[in-house]
């Protein structure tokens, strides 16, 4: 047990955790000395954002041509809490970055809104989350810090000022560079990108806000011009971090009801607490408080950005094409931030087809988050759920998530034409599970795919939602009724009475879906008695003895010539009937078996070049075929039905393969279930062999 924190040491903590000049304010001179020192400080909102996905680490998956970002596939800054799993998840991620570091370079996108769109629980939230988080985190570090300013001693000059008002931050938060005259600014720029080393470049042609460019206008009349004399005697420099409960270059914005949506939530109102004080024309009187305001320098998240009314969200269309928004009698106030809305399906096929929505939407840059369409993924994200629960002492066996993971991913994927390929396949050649003998050709499969479906694959079937309830519906109801253990039939069962009872399943896909979910019952009884098998016929040795058998019999098939016979020693001809008999536990056609032996036979060759021996166990389809051939030799021998009465069989062999299935990861009591369950099915098969 460690020693209890002390409150001394949880404040030294906290101190250290924060920018060390995060109280301190600077001079502009100062800051302008910086910006030539270190000219990022100067970044605009994507650039910055950009910075910060390269910032906390980024991989590069050869296989998948796309580049993930580790604080979205490791979380770094949460141990893993919240990491995307799935490959289509990922390659949405990268699609993100790349709009994001396209409009650091002007290219367009930063006048766009990056729209994420996915249905119900397929993470786009989550992930927009993670990265407002993540700038949080990268705005309190040296490499992602901002500076903005602060109007002090007003007072002193502008006569009506109210002395509440004496000091006055930079309503929008604006970088200091603004302060400068756009001329004499440009030159500083110039100076700053022939120094600067990024792929991108430094601009700046903001205008003040109007109440900062009120006090400059008062200040300069009072000091005849001098820019210097403003600029010391009445600026401070002040460190800006993002913080979203501040609503501080960071906002997230819900729309309300539809009856009262006011465009002032956006672009501000005026602060009528300062009406009697300045008048209601004066700039002084109006509260910058709208959520692009609050959004400047950094992000502007919209949830549901669709059930907003059409004319609410005409103000999107300058705040990103213009990059300006226009509050009521005010004149336009620049912006610069990054737009990100999050909308369902519902609201994107009625906005799509709205002509009047056609200028709306051509500023925005749909990014599609779909489910993920990978099974193994799937069970990752349920996994992940688990590790972040307090869940009870319960052993979840194997292959329960895998299961509940390909039962969500059949309801996603679109069924393949033509009967070549089932459903099942198609989502196990997504997973990855692909032989060649299978000549399966993923890349024509998500073609056609993407032409059947209405918006692309993965966006529309059961949500991780819905299975993550039920997996947790079932492990209570293990618990309860005094089973330490969550299985796969138990998760099936709480997955079939609750389909009908889960609002966002369409009534019109209970029958397929019920479908599904005998398809992977099916799955499951072959994986379940692939694993008994393994345990009641396993036999090392005999597998080794029988792997070199098969090689030395295709060796000698390939180069057409003799091998010795085990027991006569006599020179014989390859036993064909051993080959096949192997090859056919695979499935491997006829027409294929020379692609396969050719195969295995370069294996063998390479594996010597590199001075290892021969072991079947490192080849997994090898493996697998022999171990199903000695499972047809030994299977006979096996009484099917005394695996399901305990009461038949001699305790000791009993033990003995309930210990061989706790080694492939089962507890005591899954491991008599799978036992009875697969000796069930095997009887009954052998019975109507």
């Not at 459903?423 to 692909?434: P, T």
């Not at 047809?632 to 099917?640: A, G, P, Y």
Request: charge should be negative.
């Amino acid at each position: 047990m460690s020693d209890m924190e002390t409150l001394e040491e949880l404040s030294e903590e906290y101190r250290r955790s924060i920018p060390a000049d995060l109280r301190e304010t600077r001079s502009f001179d100062w800051y302008l000395q910086e910006c030539y020192e270190e000219p990022k400080i100067t970044r605009n909102a994507h650039q910055r954002v950009a910075d910060m996905f390269d910032f906390y680490g980024t991989e590069y998956d050869e296989d998948a041509g796309v580049v993930e970002y580790q604080l979205a596939s490791e979380d770094p800054l949460g141990d893993g809490e919240n990491t995307f799993y799935g490959r289509n998840i990922h390659e949405s991620i990268h699609e993100f970055v790349n709009k994001v570091k396209s409009g650091a370079r002007g290219l367009g996108p930063e006048k766009r809104i990056k729209l994420l769109l996915g249905p119900v629980g397929s993470g786009k939230s989550d992930f927009d989350r993670q990265v407002r988080t993540y700038f949080e985190d990268y705005t309190m570090r040296e490499e992602g810090r901002m500076y903005t300013f602060r109007w002090i001693n007003l007072g002193d000059v502008i006569r009506d000022q109210d002395p509440a008002d004496d000091v006055v931050r930079s309503p929008m938060n604006q970088d200091p560079l603004v302060l400068l005259p756009l001329a004499q600014r440009q030159r500083v720029v110039d100076d700053l990108n022939e120094r600067l080393d990024a792929p991108y470049t430094i601009r700046n042609d903001q205008a003040l806000d109007p109440a900062s460019e009120f006090y400059m206008d008062k200040l300069l009349e009072n000091y005849g011009d001098d820019l210097q004399q403003v600029l010391e005697n009445h600026v401070e420099i002040i460190r800006l971090v993002a913080d979203e409960n501040k609503r501080q270059a960071i906002e997230t914005f819900e729309p309300k009801d539809k009856k009262n949506q006011d465009e002032t939530e956006l672009t501000g109102d005026v602060n009528y607490s300062k009406i009697a004080v300045y008048g209601e024309s004066d700039p002084r009187a109006f509260d910058y408080s709208g959520a692009f305001c609050n959004a400047n320098r950094g992000i502007f998240s919209g949830e549901e950005l669709l059930k907003l009314q059409r004319e609410f969200l005409y103000d999107f269309l300058h705040a990103t094409q213009e990059q300006t928004i226009k509050p009521k009698n005010n004149p336009r106030i620049d912006i610069d931030q990054v737009i990100v809305g999050r909308t369902n399906m519902p609201e994107y096929r009625d906005k799509k087809g709205d002509e009047k929505m056609e200028a709306f939407n051509d500023r925005t840059k749909r990014i599609d988050f779909p489910y993920v369409l990978q099974y193994e993924e799937e069970a990752q994200i349920y996994r992940k759920m688990l590790r972040n629960a307090d869940v009870p002492d319960i052993h979840v066996e194997p292959h329960t998530l895998e299961m509940a993971g390909l039962f969500g991913v059949l309801t996603r994927i679109q069924e393949p034409d033509g009967g070549q390929v089932s459903v099942v396949q198609k989502a196990k050649a997504y997973n990855g599970e692909i032989d060649e003998a299978d000549d399966i050709d993923v890349k024509k499969l998500r073609d056609e795919a993407a032409e059947m479906a209405d918006l692309g694959e993965g966006m529309d079937g059961v949500s991780p939602r819905f299975i993550g309830d039920e997996i947790a519906e079932a492990i209570m109801d293990s618990m309860h009724r005094g089973r330490k253990f969550l299985s796969p039939l138990t998760t099936f069962n709480h997955l079939e009475e609750n389909l009908e009872n889960h609002g966002s399943i369409p009534e019109d896909n209970f029958e397929t879906y019920y479908r599904y979910l005998e398809l992977v019952r099916e799955e499951y009884k072959e994986r379940a008695i692939e694993d008994v098998r393994h345990a009641l016929a396993y036999d090392l040795d005999e597998i080794q003895r029988q792997g070199e058998k098969y090689m030395d019999h295709v060796m000698a098939y390939i180069d057409d010539d003799t091998v010795e016979d085990e027991i006569t020693g006599r020179e014989q001809e390859p036993d064909e009937k051993f080959l096949r008999d192997v090859e056919e536990k695979l499935d491997i056609p006829e027409d294929r078996k020379n692609d396969f032996r050719q195969e295995v036979a370069n294996w063998v060759s390479r594996r010597a070049r590199e001075g290892s021996s021969f072991d079947p166990q490192d080849n997994d389809r090898l493996r697998r075929a022999l171990e199903r051939k000695l499972w047809e030799d030994k299977k006979h021998n096996i009484n099917f039905s005394a695996l399901v009465s305990s009461g038949e069989m001699d305790d000791d062999e009993r033990n003995a393969w309930i210990h061989a299935l706790e080694e492939q990861g089962y507890s005591r009591d899954g491991a008599k279930e799978v036992l009875e369950f697969a000796g069930a099915e095997v009887a009954k098969t052998e019975m109507e062999d």
